[in-house]
Every structure is written in C-alpha cells, then in structure tokens.
C-alpha cells in the first residue's frame, strides 16, 4: 500500500482551514508592532510554523481518531465542510499513518515552543500557552479525551482560534496580554465557534450513531441554530466596541462587508435555510468567509490606522 500524494497529505492536513489559525496570529503580532514597535521576525516566524504544526497535528489525529464517525457522515448528510477528508476512506494508505504523522508534528511544535523560550526569552508564559493549545487541539479527536464528543470542543476551539493565539503571539513580542488585545480576539473566537458548530449539522445523523456527544447532539439543531444567532451577534458587538476603542473606525470599514455577511447568513440560519442540504453548504461556506473575512480586516485597520 503506498504512502499517498502530496495532494493527499494536504488534504489530510486540511492546509487551506490552516489560515484560520495563522491569520489571527499575525494580527497579534502585527497589534504588538502598532502598539509597542515590537517586531521580531524570528519569532513570528518560528511561532507561525509551530501553529501550523500544531493545527496539522490536530487535524490529522482527528482523520485517524474519527475514521469511523467520518466513514457513516460520507453515506449520510456529508458536504464539503464536514466528515473528514474522505482520503483514508479510499484506501489509499494504511490508517495508522496519519496518526504517526500527527505524533511528529506535535513534537515538532513543541521543540519550536522550547526553542522560542529558550533562545529569544519570550516570557515564562510562552510554554504554557503552548502546552494549553497542544492541548485543546490533538486531543480535540484523540481519545480518551476526545473534547469533541464531550460537548466542549466547539467552546475550546473558540478560545485556542480566537484569544489564544492573538494573544500568544502578542504576548511573544511584547511579554504582556492587554485587555484590547483580548478584546480584538473576541469576534474571531465566535465566529469559528460558529464555524465548528455550523459544521456538525451534517454530521448531526453520523455523529449521533456514533454518540459522539456534540453541541448539536446534546442539544439538536434547533436550539444549535439559536447558539449560532448568539455567537453572531457577540462577534457584531465585540467588533463594534473594537472599532469605537481605536483612535479611528477603520476597523469598522474594513470589516463591514463581512459583518453585512454575518447579519444576512445569519438570518438564513433564523429562518432554517439550513434544514436544505444545498443551502446548508452554502452557509457552511460563508461561514468560514466571515471569520476569516474579520480576521483579515482587523490586521488591515491594524496596520492602516
């Protein structure tokens, strides 16, 4: 059996939901810089390829770890944006290859965590932050702790997308954490709250055969959809009080065509557009649009204002 393509890997890894984590901690990164003149490439540099590592390790555990839940979502209610990759399902390599993968890459990010504390003395914070996220995210899948089918891996993707990474990458450059840059976090880490719990409406069927106890399980889509108007409208206020806290409302103007998509994809949420699985899809698809639409529209006003 061989080994895979390259194309397989990447779709393992899921390469392109990669910028969901890098482009929050390059707005920490690029805050800290507007705000204190610090800007340490190295550091930037060597932290970006540890969340990478940490996000494929993530991933790649959850491809082994969730084969099974995944296989049922394929011949259930799957769409492009939920039940896995579909490439260990063909076949094409042995199961446990991914697994193996996700050790290494784990390791790899850890070793760049002692590296960045040892060598450029980012603060005695800089190991924890990584272990939390280390945490949070191989053992999202992995079992026996698997945090997904507990009925809080929705809540702790939030945080580790959101405030732990803008704040872990601000804090690497500048050894504090601010209340604003904990504000900035705060529309980032709804809306990929909303990403994951938007994701597990087709996996709703599959997810509940193999009692994997999502939010959507434990509380069906009905009252899910209702979390995804709440989470929406924290994101529309934090983002607003984020405009109003800078010296000018660019932020405001840059992330207005995405929260415009945010209010009209969530009143298609409102009206259960999701029930349709072409509609579904599509609000799946705008989903991810919106976060990292507001992610990249808060590092523009950063580095405009």
């Given at each position: 059996m061989k080994a895979g393509t390259l194309q397989d890997w990447a779709a393992l890894a899921r390469l392109p939901f990669h910028t969901v984590g890098v482009f929050p901690f390059i707005l920490g990164s690029v805050l800290a810089w507007r705000e204190?003149?610090?800007?340490?490439?190295?550091?930037?540099?060597?932290?970006?390829?540890?969340?990478?590592?940490?996000m494929a390790a993530t991933y790649l555990a959850g491809e082994y770890y969730d084969y099974d839940v995944d296989t049922l979502s394929g011949k259930m209610e799957k769409n492009r944006f939920s039940g896995g990759s579909g490439v260990l399902q063909k076949g094409i390599m042995p199961r446990h290859y991914p697994l193996v993968a996700s050790i290494v890459s784990l390791g790899a990010a850890a070793?760049?965590?002692?590296?960045?504390?040892?060598?450029?003395?980012?603060?005695?914070?800089?190991?924890?932050?990584?272990?939390?996220?280390?945490?949070?995210?191989?053992?999202?899948?992995?079992?026996?702790?698997?945090?997904?089918?507990?009925?809080?891996?929705?809540?702790?993707?939030?945080?580790?997308?959101?405030w732990l990474t803008v704040a872990t990458s601000y804090y690497l450059q500048t050894g504090i954490i601010t209340p604003f840059v904990t504000l900035v976090s705060f529309p980032i880490g709804f809306t990929i709250f909303n990403v994951i719990l938007i994701n597990e409406f087709p996996d709703y069927p599959a997810d509940m055969?193999?009692?994997?106890?999502?939010?959507?399980?434990?509380?069906?889509?009905?009252?899910?959809?209702?979390?995804?108007?709440?989470?929406?409208?924290?994101?529309?206020?934090?983002?607003?009080?984020?405009?109003?806290?800078?010296?000018?409302?660019?932020?405001?103007?840059?992330?207005?065509?995405?929260?415009?998509?945010?209010?009209?994809?969530?009143?298609?949420?409102?009206?259960?557009?999701?029930?349709?699985?072409?509609?579904l899809e599509r609000i799946c698809a705008k989903t991810i649009v919106i976060n990292l639409g507001l992610s990249a529209a808060l590092i523009a006003a950063a580095l405009i204002r």
């Open positions: 204190t003149g610090a800007f340490n490439w190295p550091v930037i540099l060597w932290g970006t390829l540890a969340v990478i590592l940490i070793a760049i965590g002692i590296v960045i504390q040892l060598v450029y003395r980012t603060g005695p914070l800089t190991i924890p932050m990584g272990a939390f996220g280390i945490v949070c995210g191989y053992f999202y899948s992995t079992r026996p702790i698997r945090w997904s089918a507990r009925g809080v891996g929705e809540i702790l993707i939030g945080i580790c997308y959101g055969e193999d009692g994997k106890k999502t939010l959507v399980v434990r509380f069906g889509k009905e009252k899910s959809a209702v979390f995804y108007m709440l989470a929406s409208l924290g994101a529309w206020i934090s983002y607003i009080l984020i405009a109003v806290a800078w010296p000018s409302f660019t932020a405001l103007y840059a992330g207005l065509p995405f929260l415009l998509l945010s209010v009209a994809t969530t009143l298609e949420v409102a009206r259960g557009d999701w029930r349709r699985r072409e509609n």
